[in-house]
């Protein structure tokens, strides 16, 4: 491959690449040598893994030799020997036909950089650059190096030949925050779904009161770095336009004195009922206090940012995870909130507090199905919404109180599911909850009944939608069929599988 013409297209993918990264993706020299001269370390190698295997198709083209030759399979660790910190990830693949027996021992039997066992054994070879490239963490990588899932990974593969032979294939990998030039911050969070409101009558003297559970995916990943003045990529306009938005607020706020630059490297759609604006709003102020030193509170970022006037799952959410009720705010004359209105309309209000939160069961799968329909309501249609149907029945918010307190919360203690969904199904039928379904056109009750049908134990809409959401631990691919299926006959959209995240946002200083 023309390797500057890869680093382009890294640096069009992922941003800027370093002189080092840039080296240790194109260099045709030992990475051994390269990285003990950047680090001013010695260089230790651990193996993780050493098999001798049949060569399947893929691997026996990348060797030149016949399917179902023996080759050796190392999967290793570079490692910084005074440190500990693992630099490179590799994987080779090396015929044992074309090793001699001296240099198969070392392979074999040896945490020996590879470079360092050809030039023990003075074997004239030279490296043949295939390619350089950029894919996401996965759990894998992302433990071995202390990252967040799917954080860009820059990897390149190459062969050392021999004797006009591949003596060696290697796949090697390194996180694109190691080795840069700057200081960075990345921030990882996941989305929520929001059950419902539960105190929209107010004569109680509080408003709102909020259940949610936080999820692990849907995601957002953003990284942040100084500079002169606001730059946003790696997303679409309307992400782009809330995270200059909040970019712009957080700076004054915290009276930085410069600017900020933002790529978005996952996110989630607007006003689909995941919460993505709470998640990204939040992340990305966090991201600039660390960048700048500024030590706030989850609570204090929901207020520079705006967020958490309604409801405080989103702000609890990135916090901490798990299931999550909120106590809502005082109501009435004189008091923090003297009417009906959501997050949008409520600014400058503290985020509720946080009267339960509990682990939820990860073996408890929720499955998403989120029709290709208009969005929730939001902006003043949903503020209208509010305002118009608002006060609920008092009798109403007592039965929603009940079955939250004497089915929801025992079911999720006691890990029963039936009990969980049951009560996920009633309270789709009353208080706020019923009113946002009423707003939804009536293909979403039908789309819930083939979810329970198909074996969920129960289901829902969060927020204003579209989001529809089912819980169930068995039959997960029954249920998501039925909603895909449902879906392909009516208006299309998207479907898959996530679980709770039972921890808040991850953060980590590049």
């Known amino acids: 491959m023309d390797i500057m013409q890869g680093l382009d297209a890294i640096e069009r993918d992922v941003g800027h690449l370093s002189p080092v990264q840039k080296i240790l993706l194109g260099t045709d020299g030992s990475v051994t040598q390269l990285l003990e ?50 630099l490179i990830y590799a994987v080779s693949e090396t015929p044992l036909a074309r090793l001699s027996p001296e240099f198969k021992d070392d392979l074999m039997r040896a945490d020996i950089p590879i470079g360092k066992i050809i030039s023990r054994h003075r074997i004239e070879a030279r490296r043949e650059i295939l390619n350089a490239k950029v894919a996401p963490a996965d759990d894998t990588t992302s433990t071995i190096f202390s990252i967040l899932r799917s954080e860009p990974m820059l990897s390149r593969d190459y062969r050392i030949i021999h004797r006009g032979e591949p003596l060696i294939f290697i796949t090697e990998q390194f996180p694109y925050n190691r080795f840069l030039d700057e200081r960075r911050v990345v921030v990882g969070t996941g989305s929520r779904i929001h059950l419902g409101l539960i105190e929209m009558h107010g004569g109680s003297g509080r408003v709102d009161g909020g259940i949610g559970i936080a999820l692990n995916d849907p995601g957002i990943l953003i990284e ?58 939040l992340a990305t102020a966090k991201a600039i206090c660390e960048l700048y030193d500024r030590k706030m509170t989850v609570q204090e970022l929901a207020q520079l940012t705006g967020r958490g006037g309604t409801s405080g799952i989103g702000t609890a959410a990135f916090e901490s995870g798990g299931f999550i009720i909120d106590g809502g705010h005082r109501f009435g004359p004189g008091a923090e909130k003297t009417g009906f209105a959501p997050s949008s309309a409520s600014k400058g209000i503290r985020p509720a507090p946080v009267t339960v939160r509990h682990d939820f069961p990860q073996d408890w799968k929720i499955v998403l199905a989120i029709p290709a329909v208009d969005p929730g309501a939001s902006g003043s249609r949903e503020a209208d919404i509010f305002r118009t149907c608002c006060p609920v029945p008092v009798d109403e918010v007592r039965t929603l109180c009940h079955e939250v307190l004497v089915k929801m919360l025992p079911a999720i203690v006691e890990h029963d599911l039936d009990l969980f969904g ?53 039959g997960v691919s029954d249920v998501e069929s039925a909603a895909r299926s449902f879906m392909d006959g009516w208006c299309s959209g998207t479907t898959f599988v996530t679980t709770a995240r039972n921890t808040g946002a991850a953060v980590r200083v590049a």
């Open 224 to 281: 942040a770095r100084q500079a002169d003045g606001i730059a946003v990529s790696g997303c679409d306009g309307i992400t782009s336009g809330v995270v200059r938005n909040i970019a712009e607020g957080t700076l004054a706020g915290i009276h930085a004195g410069a600017g900020i630059e933002v790529r978005v490297r996952c996110s989630y759609p607007s006003h689909t009922g995941l919460g993505s604006g709470s998640q990204l709003s």
């Open 422 to 474: 049951s009560s996920v199904n009633a309270i789709q039928r009353v208080g706020f909850k019923k009113v946002e379904h009423t707003f939804q056109p009536p293909e979403f009750a039908g789309l819930l009944d083939a979810m329970r049908d198909a074996g969920a134990a129960g289901a829902g809409m969060s927020s204003f939608g579209p989001a529809l959401f089912a819980f169930c631990d068995t």
């Open 37 to 86: 001269a950047v680090t001013g370390h010695a260089i230790a190698i651990r193996t993780l893994v050493q098999e001798v295997v049949p060569a399947g198709a893929e691997v026996a083209g990348r060797l030149n030799i016949e399917e179902g030759g023996m080759v050796n399979h190392r999967i290793v660790e570079i490692r910084d020997a005074e440190t500990g910190g693992v």
